[in-house]
């Protein structure tokens, strides 16, 4: 089973990302986007992506324009029906994405890999929504997709052994390291990493220490290269609320629970990067912590 052609459904930042992924990697491939909108500005944001590469000198000017000559934009499903692989890359609701895969695998080829991002949603129940359940499994992609190696590879006991031969090898070929997980919630790493984010945030609204304490502790006492609340906004606020939400239902642990402060910020909108503003304000020409932030005493006190 030889994979050639590529579709991502989603051109959200992750979607994006696998896209720009898989085209460097010499692969053509069509971001979908069905929900409608400007197809222009999803040409423009892997344009500004690229030439950002480029103006770093990571990429030639000449490999810059054969990677978007390898990307087509379309704004319906209906082109997945010659593809090898489909990657869908939507929101994460079961519902919507259930439903996403039911109309992607009745427009498919019969042979064709269906493959979900989902993070946290239970892998067995998307496989009761298709028809073809040998032909489904997981692709989870890591953000930034350009950068992080790692796709947790998740299949089903209906997986067929092909179908995980030949996603693995793909892996592999645009320049990912797959690690083969079973199919519950979370895989590996969301399972450990959700109540590591959410108890940071915890952290901070018991005002133990101030975000940018509470990130550089983690990095300098642990060696990690980001902090728990910087990457909480890199990840996307509603996401990781989103996250948590789908494995405290599935897994019935308290860990995963959702601290107030991060469902308040949420329903502010201000959900990280991807707003301007989270736990941090990105407006400016540094990130500072947000003044949406009200910490207890003796924290904000001592911020006064």
Same mark, same amino acid.
């Given at each position: 089973?030889?994979?050639?052609?590529?579709?991502?459904?989603?051109?959200?930042?992750?979607?994006?990302?696998?896209?720009?992924?898989?085209?460097?990697?010499?692969?053509?491939?069509?971001?979908?986007?069905?929900?409608?909108?400007?197809?222009?500005?999803?040409?423009?944001?892997?344009?500004?992506?690229?030439?950002?590469?480029?103006?770093?000198?990571?990429?030639?000017?000449?490999?810059?324009?054969?990677?978007? !000559?390898?990307? *087509?934009? +379309?704004? $319906?499903?209906?082109?997945?029906?010659?593809?090898?692989? #489909?990657?869908? =890359? &939507?929101?994460?609701?079961?519902?919507?994405?259930?439903?996403?895969?039911?109309?992607?695998?009745?427009?498919?080829?019969?042979?064709?890999?269906?493959?979900?991002?989902?993070?946290?949603?239970?892998?067995?129940?998307?496989?009761?929504?298709?028809?073809?359940?040998?032909?489904?499994?997981?692709?989870?992609?890591?953000?930034?997709?350009?950068?992080?190696?790692?796709?947790?590879?998740?299949?089903?006991?209906?997986?067929?052994? !092909?179908?995980? *031969?030949? +996603?693995? $090898?793909?892996?592999?070929?645009?320049?990912?390291?797959? #690690?083969?997980? =079973? &199919?519950?919630?979370?895989?590996?790493?969301?399972?450990?990493?959700?109540?590591?984010?959410?108890?940071?945030?915890?952290?901070?609204?018991?005002?133990?220490?101030?975000?940018?304490?509470?990130?550089?502790?983690?990095?300098?006492?642990?060696?990690?290269?980001m902090g728990p609340l910087a990457l909480s906004d890199l990840i996307g606020l509603d996401v990781v609320s989103a996250m948590a939400t789908t494995l405290q239902a599935e897994l019935r642990d308290s860990r995963y629970r959702v601290p107030s402060l991060l469902r308040r910020l949420v329903n502010a909108g201000e959900l990280g990067r991807k707003s301007g503003k989270g736990i941090f304000d990105y407006t400016g020409e540094q990130p500072v912590p947000s003044l949406?932030?009200?910490?207890?005493?003796?924290?904000?006190?001592?911020?006064?």
């Open positions: 089973m030889s994979i050639e052609r590529v579709a991502v459904i989603g051109c959200g930042q992750m979607g994006r990302g696998i896209v720009e992924v898989c085209a460097s990697a010499g692969f053509s491939v069509i971001a979908v986007k069905a929900t409608g909108g400007d197809l222009g500005k999803v040409r423009a944001s892997f344009e500004k992506s690229l030439d950002r590469r480029v103006a770093k000198g990571k990429l030639a000017q000449e490999e810059r324009d054969a990677i978007l !000559g390898r990307i *087509e934009i +379309a704004g $319906t499903i209906d082109v997945v029906s010659d593809v090898d692989l #489909v990657i869908e =890359s &939507a929101l994460e609701d079961f519902g919507i994405k259930a439903a996403l895969l039911r109309d992607l695998e009745a427009r498919m080829s019969k042979g064709a890999i269906l493959a979900s991002n989902t993070s946290s949603l239970p892998l067995v129940k998307l496989a009761e929504s298709v028809e073809r359940p040998e032909q489904l499994l997981a692709l989870h992609f890591f953000n930034p997709a350009a950068i992080m190696k790692l796709v947790e590879l998740g299949v089903t006991e209906k997986t067929a052994p !092909g179908v995980t *031969e030949a +996603a693995r $090898t793909f892996c592999q070929q645009i320049g990912k390291v797959p #690690v083969e997980v =079973s &199919a519950s919630p979370g895989y590996v790493v969301n399972r450990l990493l959700v109540p590591y984010l959410l108890h940071a945030i915890e952290t901070l609204e018991s005002g133990i220490a101030g975000p940018e304490a509470i990130d550089e502790a983690m990095k300098l006492g642990c060696g990690h290269p949406s932030i009200r910490l207890p005493s003796p924290i904000a006190d001592a911020a006064e």
